[in-house]
T-cell receptor
Framework: GNSVTQMEGPVTLSEEAFLTINCTYT??????LFWYVQYPGEGLQLLLK?????DKGSNKGFEATYRKETTSFHLEKGSVQVSDSAVYFC???????????FGKGTHLIIQP | EPEVTQTPSHQVTQMGQEVILRCVPI?????FYWYRQILGQKVEFLVS????????KSEIFDDQFSVERPDGSNFTLKIRSTKLEDSAMYFC?????????FGPGTRLLVL
């Protein structure tokens, strides 16, 4: 079946540091890939997505590239801010499926 | 910006009781979903709903659960005879294509 593995946190960084959150997946066919973010006390918000190999999703300074050869979709940001502190979820939508498959989430803490 | 809303935000119930969790999807969306997240675990897909019927369900979604779209705006998840292990955050989502938009969740605590 489909599965998503992402690095577990918490990940603690200083403001303006470079961020990478690793995400790898297992799926049959070619899924669509997503990053969702959950700020404290709120629901899941779509951060970015990519629907085919080599696509790059980007939003709010975050980027992730769909790498079919390594089955990865790592999230990066060049300079994080305190306001980026949240839980980040990698997810996939398999071809022909309705339900998203999520990773466990990575808690990111940015210190001033 | 339109958003998915859910009520209540928190619900406490006694084991064996029935609960109904409510969601108002984004108005022009056609696909509706329920997910749950047990504390410390992954967000898990429960069920999808399209054209007034269940489109797909996971193995978690057994006879204890049911979904309904009672009118043109609400989408509900009913849990009959709740168990302690039903305690979780329940998220509703909706979509018009493959991108799903989530509500803020209902935290259910079964005592």
């Amino acid at each position: 079946g489909n599965s998503v593995t992402q690095m577990e946190g918490p990940v603690t960084l200083s403001e303006e540091a470079f961020l990478t959150i690793n995400c790898t997946y297992t799926a049959t066919g070619y899924p669509s890939l997503f990053w969702y973010v959950q700020y404290p006390g709120e629901g899941l918000q779509l951060l970015l997505k990519a629907t085919k190999a080599d696509d790059k999703g980007s939003n709010k300074g975050f980027e992730a590239t769909y790498r079919k050869e390594t089955t990865s979709f790592h999230l990066e940001k060049g300079s994080v801010q305190v306001s980026d502190s949240a839980v980040y979820f990698c997810a996939l939508l398999g071809r022909g499926a309705d339900g998203l498959t999520f990773g466990k989430g990575t808690h990111l803490i940015i210190q001033p | 910006e339109p958003e998915v809303t859910q009520t209540p935000s928190h619900q406490v119930t006694q084991m064996g009781q029935e609960v109904i969790l409510r969601c108002v999807p984004i108005s022009n969306h056609l696909y509706f979903y329920w997910y749950r997240q047990i504390l410390g675990q992954k967000v898990e897909f429960l069920v999808s709903f399209y054209n007034n019927e269940i489109s797909e369900k996971s193995e978690i979604f057994d006879d204890q659960f049911s979904v309904e779209r009672p009118d043109g705006s609400n989408f509900t998840l009913k849990i009959r005879s709740t168990k302690l292990e039903d305690s979780a955050m329940y998220f509703c989502a909706s979509s018009v294509s493959e991108t799903q938009y989530f509500g803020p969740g209902t935290r259910l605590l079964v005592l």
